[in-house]
């Protein structure tokens, strides 16, 4: 779907990015000034890479060699800001209209009314910017973006001047477009919430290079890349589906490859996948099967790893099947001999994932 191989200079930082992304929603995560933003615009034509090329769905847009350097308006690139760059003066019928009309001769474009459908922007068509929200307003620029009918969808941290309840507004609008319209998304974000819902793939840039890409439960299950994605939050993806609801106790089984986990209820139908995170200060670990204990989710397991940290705490790295963290002091590491290898238990309270971990 993208393949991109570029090097630029942005004042003292090189930037340089290898990046083969497949279909679905890649997710580009990093500190500020990491370059993020910067590889996204070479992508969209707003910035020249020095050298270099930049290939979307079989077509070239860029390439240093070849002497090839498509304008952003014949790369069919979608671009969702952090600001919606509506035009004030359009309403938002008209906002809507101008994507169409970026939509080149022979390309079939979106549905429009399968557009403002989606994005629930039918009360608002009559209305100027100025008088929206900003949920409303971004989810108007998306919707402008997918009407000029973009081979890939790139969206740099849409959500970043959004209050808590607005984003939570928008993400369910950014999760249905790969289902609805089949779209491939790359999407800038510091917010590792965000990119475990959304996310399939995850590119970690830091000082202007990649240093890690992946599916999302490979790079999230790495120890190096702690200090980059955060180690307080840290924790394990997991990809689940919906077993069972169990309708007397308010409780959601879900079956993931290791085991089953038992959370509350979720309005969810049986069969549907669901990613989790499963924070490693969340998770505990027994050298026997506990008894009598109100703890629901239990999984046998082995370490893989044990970290280094410095402080009071260290991170356990245990195969259930798959991969979780679990954060425990260095006392009971050393009282307890877990090392790589050793045969443990792990245990999950079911109030433990919260919603904001659920893709």
Avoid at 71 to 92: A, C, D, I, K, N
Avoid at 175 to 193: K, Q
Avoid at 211 to 226: K, S, W
Avoid at 278 to 296: G, H, K, N, Y
């Amino acid at each position: 779907m993208l393949e991109v191989d570029v090097t630029t200079s942005l004042g003292a930082l090189t930037i340089s990015a290898a990046i083969r992304a497949d279909s679905g929603i890649t997710a580009i995560f990093g500190p500020s000034g990491a370059g993020k933003t910067t590889l996204v615009n070479m992508l969209a034509g707003l910035h020249r890479p020095e050298q270099g090329r930049i290939m979307v769905g079989g077509k070239v847009l860029f390439d240093s060699q070849q002497q090839i350097d498509l304008p952003p308006e014949q790369r069919r690139l979608g671009y969702v800001f952090q600001e919606s760059r509506l035009f004030p003066h359009m309403t938002v019928a008209d906002n809507l209209s101008y994507g169409r009309r970026l939509v080149p001769k022979g390309v079939a474009g979106a549905d429009y009314d399968a557009v403002v459908g989606l994005l629930a922007l039918t009360p608002l068509l009559d209305r100027r910017p100025k008088t929206l929200s900003g949920g409303e307003r971004q989810r108007v620029a998306i919707g402008r973006a997918l009407l000029a009918a973009p081979r890939l969808l790139l969206m740099d941290e849409p959500l970043a001047n959004l209050d808590v309840p607005r984003r939570a507004e928008i993400l369910p609008f950014i999760e249905s477009l790969r289902r609805e319209f089949g779209l491939s998304i790359i999407y800038v974000s510091h917010n590792m919430d965000e990119i475990v819902r959304l996310a399939d793939q995850l590119v970690v840039m830091a000082e202007g290079a990649v240093v890690a890409q992946g599916p999302m439960a490979e790079i999230t299950a790495r120890l190096d890349l702690r200090p980059l994605t955060g180690r307080w939050d840290a924790g394990a993806v997991l990809s689940t589906k919906v077993a069972a609801q169990d309708e007397r106790d308010q409780l959601t089984r879900l079956s993931f490859q290791g085991g089953d986990l038992w959370l509350p209820r979720l309005d969810l139908a049986i069969g549907a996948p669901l990613q989790i995170r499963v924070r490693a200060r969340d998770v505990s670990l027994a050298l026997t099967a506990p008894e009598d204990i109100s703890v629901l989710n239990v999984f046998a397991g082995e370490v893989m790893e044990v970290g280094e940290d410095d402080g009071p705490q260290v991170d356990v790295l245990v195969d259930i099947g798959s991969r979780l963290w679990a954060r425990i002091t260095k006392r009971s590491q050393r009282e307890l001999a877990i090392l790589p290898g050793r045969k443990v238990h792990v245990l999950i309270k079911a109030m433990a994932v919260d919603r904001s971990g659920l893709g």
